[in-house]
């Protein structure tokens, strides 16, 4: 029998957290293991209990849930991300940072009933390892690139990027218009060559040698230039730190 996914739930209401606790109980394939008031709280409950998703709610004075992002386990550990909020206008922003659902309070039990029914039909996280059957790329290997609209064959070291959009990812190939490609951004991880591709975060891979310009605009924010692809790329703070530290261990 399949275990069911663990789910930790992030609210500074405690009702509200008493109520999502209740209306998962109908699902056996969702088991709260725990919950936090804030994000502070939330780091050691998660960090304890490893969960495979993180129902997280937006508006937390003083902060938001968006600052507990850069905070998650790092690949292959981060859970994903089911935003929680009474407020519709932070859905785009939801999804650009690649969560997987956005569930607007109060939450209906159909409405519900879809995250869980995503949630379960996505990889779990533990089955997202090395496949042997899957033999790692090389910077010459050839990889068939297909969308709606065309279907490329590729050298790897012509990818520029890969941003993750939930269970597809945006491919930047360097000069070709960017392709969107069902295939997760972790599946892309788990094969491109680690010493010239690094996940900065969980929803963007570069190809680090492509590497042209870094702007700090601010503490939490980093704007870089890659070659090959055209417009800017913004990456947060523990992102910048990671891509400066690969960068200097790479030489």
Not at 15 to 21: P, V
Not at 24 to 39: C, N, Q, R, Y
Not at 154 to 171: D, F, K, P, T
Request: glycine content about 6%.
């Amino acid at each position: 029998m399949t275990p069911p996914r663990r789910a930790v739930i992030v609210d500074d209401e405690r009702l509200a957290r008493k109520r999502l606790r209740d209306l998962l109980k109908v699902h056996p394939g969702i088991t709260v293991v725990g919950e936090a008031d804030s994000v502070e709280t939330a780091v050691p409950v998660i960090a304890e209990h490893r969960p495979d998703v993180v129902f997280l709610d937006v508006e937390m004075p003083p902060g938001n849930g968006f600052d507990l992002l850069p905070l998650l386990p790092d690949p292959p550990h981060t859970p994903e991300v089911v935003f929680v909020t009474a407020y519709e206008n932070f859905a785009l922003r939801a999804f650009e940072v690649s969560a997987i659902d956005y569930l607007l309070k109060p939450i209906h039990t159909e409405r519900l009933a879809l995250t869980v029914q995503r949630l379960l039909s996505s990889p779990r996280r533990e089955d997202t390892g090395d496949d042997p059957g899957e033999e790692a790329w090389t910077m010459e290997s050839r990889v068939t690139l297909s969308d709606r609209r065309i279907k490329s064959m590729v050298e790897i070291s012509g990818i520029v990027a890969i941003q993750a959009l939930g269970a597809y990812s945006r491919v930047s190939v360097a000069g070709q218009p960017p392709m969107i490609i069902l295939r997760s951004i972790s599946e892309w991880e788990r094969r491109l060559p680690s010493a010239e591709f690094l996940r900065v975060d969980r929803s963007l891979i570069i190809q680090t040698g492509l590497l042209r310009k870094m702007k700090m605009v601010s503490r939490d924010e980093t704007e870089i230039s890659l070659e090959g692809m055209q417009g800017i790329l913004a990456i947060g703070r523990v992102a910048t730190l990671r891509l400066k530290k690969h960068v200097r261990d790479m030489g």
